[in-house]
């Protein structure tokens, strides 16, 4: 669902991995080793937080 509904381009910077953009003409690999690490940046003031995994997995 998260990589289907968007939050994934927000909340994983850079979203996909470097063979994994699908945007590139690649197979989509979302960047798991980021996922919900570091939030993209919009502009100087506002970056998109961190969701790290609650203890069941779920963004917390």
Do not use: I, W
């Not at 994934?8 to 080793?33: A, I, R, W």
């Amino acid at each position: 669902m998260v990589n289907t509904s968007g939050c994934n381009d927000c909340h994983t910077d850079p979203s996909y991995m470097p063979t994994g953009d699908p945007f590139k003409s690649f197979p989509e690999l979302v960047n798991y080793q980021q996922y919900f690490t570091s939030g993209r940046t919009f502009g100087p003031a506002l970056t998109a937080p961190n969701l790290p995994p609650d203890a069941n997995g779920r963004p917390a």
